[in-house]
């Protein structure tokens, strides 16, 4: 084996997945469209340069250092390498630290964002005045808001790093403790890194909690179980962190497994090496990876090098290297053979061999990495010469037949990108799937460009250091090596370096586009459901007529019709609508936003300015139908509705859809809710999880009255799927409503483990109970029959717990119960203001810390119960979010004036801006240039909590085209 006989020191930037907080969500127009009209883009900030490591390590180990997010704050050169020094010491004394720049901030600013604007709690001291889940929303009449600084991160050019808490208080492990952990997973995984430090580093989460969420990963917890029940083992992390890091691990596993099929291939095919397996596993992505094994990859062309190898040229490159004084090429001349007929070919042969050393040398591409992380790396795209073709052709057609068939993947829907070069550092995500886009169409030729600097100082930096013979060398010898380090510079690292670029742009541009689908679909569930009315939901129609279903003030179907508003008989069936609206007491109309919607508006607006509905005070809203037409027609609507017309069942669904949002919208599939923008340009599998998983945790928090709720609302819950849903819903329809959540382990399929998982985002509401009470009961303490291995004979008391009405978990029943004592309460008194009382008189004579010690749990378990207890009766954390706003008249486009101010709803939020129904019919945009730090409420300055669906806003009209239909939109202020 050849031996290194120069290293140096290189620089390693880890480029860690730029996981950004920004979220996103649908817009009507297509994308590309919609850049077409917006304001000129700022000029993109400079780049900070990135700060790195540079200590001398032992042979074969690297130096890590993290990236700063956009506008961090800066250190002095000085103290940044001292931190290092101590670190890189740390490590060397076998400590396992990481360190995130992110950290040294949160440490300050608190815990990161969550899903609702603040989390209030108990005011008892400052270490304990963190703003938690909204769905642990406290009794507000015992809580005071906490106050927060701006962050200092904020910018809309540069998605920003998610922040984690850092805080050491009452939380976690000591890193020591787990050390045996950490080790036990790294023999598993057996790379030649550290995967705890990986993950940490590429997640910004401390390593002590990043093996917490692994083991409890692996023990099969669920998201929301850990984030609402596990809080001092993930360090008060939120949902959307604790995926990220699963995510990331998830990752991280793939890689590891693929990486020890190929060992395990390579080796059967018995071409492993020490040295090839070294550096399989020393790789530390999928892209990395399939460079070091496609030469080795069966079916795969023979490489150069591996050519010249075959013809025994190794030793010869060996000797190059090491001494190169005794190579003399002229003795590896074979006549007749090809490749060694001549000194010319085994000096290529040579250089081909040696190519590919350096390709694949780790502390070269290195080397070479940080080199780019220094310059200006462009990416461009122009039009395709294929595409050119087929626009000239067209255009030739065009003029032979009139009103010729535009095609949709035309040139003109890419014009943005036609002539497109940006800084790879520097591209918006939105851009970098529209570009891809148009290169999957072969509209689109895209290339990532390298400064010719980079070359240079490469090739400069191999022959001089990392590549230089140890002996002097003749001519012939230093030319055989120049030609070496171009040739693999040219032909195998700018390919791989291009591949490397363009996979973590599309990476990371699809986790944005992911993170603002995810955005969008927890507000949108999370809306305030309206209730304690009669609401008619209408699908509006020309042809057809407008289907009518008037709904119960609990969603259920009171009665359905179809109205012709638009036809010939239009002033009969009004008429008839005003007669049911009257009939049923239907002060609430929800009208959907397909089509004929505005024209059925423009009706209801004419009908309440008579005063046809007299004495009812009527409001209408427009409603968002997307994806009720398929649900009509789903085997879900199917069961629920037998009876009726699909049409007539897109009605009730745009009803529910205010009624209760979250209830009805589960049954759709999130990506036909309209959500999102380049849903089909981002991994259907992650998309599909990531929707999934905000399905569940939504569900989960807001929590389910178990004897009312419907078997696909169920079925998101923690813990549960589809089939252990239905199985609840017929022990149900057997034996009774539940009387506790004990009975749940009655459940076929509902062992222990599952139990633990959904039993605390499981409701018994007392209401609702005993209005089921007619229905048949269960025997006390009936014991369960033909159950799996470990229920058999179990009895369950059918007694009723006040408890189980709340978001406490029954392992804690009994820490609750000792702190009722403790402050002289029962549990009969949930939610009074007598209990209230008690529990505030002791929060204010003692810390949270020394009562969780004298109940035996933990500050965080502590303040969860204290919650629980003091939140009133059928408390949902939907309250404190906005609710669709109902109107009596209409404006028109045409009324809009620019300077005007209007107050709206934001409808979607995109990479490049939000859309806010303003109450014409139309979304307007505001681009994101105009969502600036001074104009969003303080809780909200962090690119995550920008604007979201159904947040209110006063906006200024900048621009009104009539002819395309675009409103442009200034933010004045977000109101609340």
């Known amino acids: 084996m050849m031996r290194r006989l120069r290293t140096t020191t290189a620089k390693v930037v880890e480029n860690r997945d730029m996981d950004s907080d920004m979220s996103f969500s649908t817009v009507v127009i297509s994308d590309e469209d919609s850049d077409d009209w917006k304001p000129p883009e700022p000029k993109p900030k400079p780049k900070a340069p990135s700060k790195t490591v540079r200590s001398p390590k032992a042979a074969g180990e690297k130096k890590v250092a993290v990236k700063r997010t956009a506008k961090a704050p800066k250190q002095p050169k000085a103290l940044a390498a001292a931190k290092r020094k101590r670190i890189d010491e740390g490590k060397k004394a076998g400590e396992k630290q990481t360190y995130c720049p992110e950290w040294e901030t949160t440490e300050k600013s608190g815990p990161s964002n969550r899903m609702k604007e603040e989390r209030v709690s108990f005011i008892v001291s400052e270490a304990h005045q963190a703003d938690r889940w909204a769905g642990e929303g406290s009794s507000q009449a015992l809580l005071v808001a906490k106050k927060e600084e701006p962050e200092e991160d904020f910018t809309f050019d540069e998605p920003c790093q998610k922040k984690q808490r850092a805080g050491s208080a009452f939380l976690g492990q000591p890193s020591a403790l787990i050390s045996s952990q950490a080790q036990a997973l790294q023999n598993e995984f057996n790379m030649n890194w550290d995967l705890i430090e990986r993950l940490s580093i590429l997640t910004c989460v401390k390593q002590w909690v990043c093996v917490n969420i692994i083991n409890l990963l692996r023990e099969e917890n669920t998201v929301p179980f850990m984030v609402r029940y596990r809080k001092e083992m993930i360090n008060d992390m939120d949902a959307d962190a604790v995926r990220d890091v699963q995510l990331v691990y998830e990752e991280i596993c793939s890689l590891a497994k693929k990486t020890q099929s190929v060992v395990q291939t390579l080796k059967k095919d018995g071409v492993l090496t020490a040295e090839l397996e070294q550096n399989l596993r020393s790789c530390r992505s999928a892209d990395e990876l399939d460079h070091v094994y496609s030469p080795y990859k069966k079916g795969s062309k023979l490489t150069k090098a591996r050519r010249a190898k075959a013809l025994g040229l190794q030793e010869a490159a060996s000797t190059l290297m090491d001494t190169p004084h005794t190579l003399d090429l002229r003795t590896w001349v074979k006549p007749g053979t090809e490749g060694l007929s001549s000194v010319e070919e085994v000096a290529i042969g040579v250089e081909h061999i040696l190519a590919d050393m350096i390709a694949k040398d780790p502390e070269t591409l290195t080397y070479v990495k940080t080199l780019c992380e220094e310059s200006c790396v462009t990416i461009q795209s122009t039009v395709s010469k294929s595409a050119l073709k087929e626009k000239e052709q067209k255009s030739y057609q065009t003029h032979k037949k009139t009103g010729s068939h535009q095609n949709k993947n035309d040139i003109d829907k890419f014009h943005l990108y036609v002539d497109f070069t940006r800084n790879v550092n520097h591209i918006q995500p939105h851009q970098t799937l529209a570009i891809n886009r148009g290169e999957s169409l072969k509209i689109l030729t895209v290339k990532v460009n ?527």
């Open 450 to 976: 390298f400064p010719d600097k980079v070359k240079s100082d490469f090739t400069g930096w191999c022959i001089n250091n990392r590549w230089r013979p140890k002996t002097l060398a003749g001519e012939e010898h230093h030319a055989i090596i120049k030609n070496a380090v171009e040739d693999s510079y040219k032909r195998l690292i700018v390919p791989f370096l291009t591949r490397n670029y363009r996979n973590k742009l599309t990476s990371a541009a699809e986790k944005e586009s992911i993170a603002m689908f995810v955005r969008n679909l927890r507000q949108r569930l999370l809306i305030r459901p309206v209730r304690g009315c009669v609401i008619m939901g209408v699908d509006p129609g020309f042809r057809h007529g407008c289907k009518l279903a008037v709904l119960s003030p609990t969603g259920q179907i009171v009665h359905t019709d179809v109205v012709y508003l638009h036809n010939s008989g239009q002033q009969r069936d009004e008429y008839k609508l005003c007669n049911l609206i009257i009939k049923y007491s239907c002060e609430r109309v929800v009208i959907g936003n397909g089509t004929a919607s505005r024209e059925t508006e423009s009706i209801f607006a004419d009908l309440i300015s008579r005063g046809r509905f007299h004495p009812l005070d009527v409001s209408y809203c427009i409603a968002n139908e997307a994806g009720a037409s398929i649900y009509s027609v789903s085997p879900e609507a199917v069961k629920e509705m037998p009876d009726m017309d699909p049409n007539l069942r897109s009605a009730v669904s745009i009803g529910r859809r205010v009624q209760d949002p979250l209830a009805e919208l589960v049954k759709i599939d999130p990506k036909h809710i309209g959500i999102g923008t380049y849903q089909h340009d981002v991994s259907a599998a992650s998309l599909k999880a990531a929707l999934n998983a905000v399905v569940q945790e939504c569900v989960s928090f807001v929590g389910v009255d178990i004897n009312i709720c419907s078997e696909t609302l169920l079925s998101h819950v923690a813990g549960l799927n589809a089939g252990r849903a239905r199985n609840i819903v017929e022990w149900r329809e057997k034996n009774g409503p539940f009387i506790n959540r004990e009975q749940l382990q009655l459940v076929k399929g509902i062992g222990p483990k599952t139990y633990q998982q959904c039993a605390g985002f499981i409701r018994i509401n007392p209401q609702t109970l005993h209005s089921s009470e007619s229905s048949p009961q269960p025997a006390p303490e009936k014991p369960a029959a033909k159950k799996a291995k470990g229920k058999t004979g179990v009895k369950i008391p059918a007694l009723f717990n006040p408890l189980d009405q709340t978001c406490i978990h029954p392992e804690y029943y009994h820490v609750a119960q000792r702190f009722l004592s403790l402050v002289d309460g029962s549990v009969d008194q949930i939610g009074s203001a007598c209990l209230q009382q008690c529990v505030e008189n002791m929060v204010q004579t003692s810390d949270v810390e020394a009562v969780a010690k004298k109940v035996d749990t933990t500050p965080e378990t502590l303040k969860l119960i204290i919650d629980g207890l003091t939140q009133p009766p059928g408390f949902d954390i939907r309250q404190n979010f906005q609710q669709l706003d109902f109107k009596r008249g209409i404006v028109s486009m045409r009324d809009l004036r620019v300077g005007e101010k209007l107050t709206g709803w934001v409808d979607n939020t995109t990479l490049f801006g939000a859309f806010v129904d303003i109450g014409v019919g139309r979304s307007g945009l505001i681009h994101k240039s105009n969502i600036t730090l001074d104009k969003l409420p303080v809780s909200q300055r962090r690119r995550s909590l920008a604007l979201g669906p159904g947040e209110r806003v006063e906006v200024r009209v900048l621009d009104v085209d009539l002819q395309r239909g675009r409103i442009g939109l200034d933010l004045i202020r977000v109101l609340k």
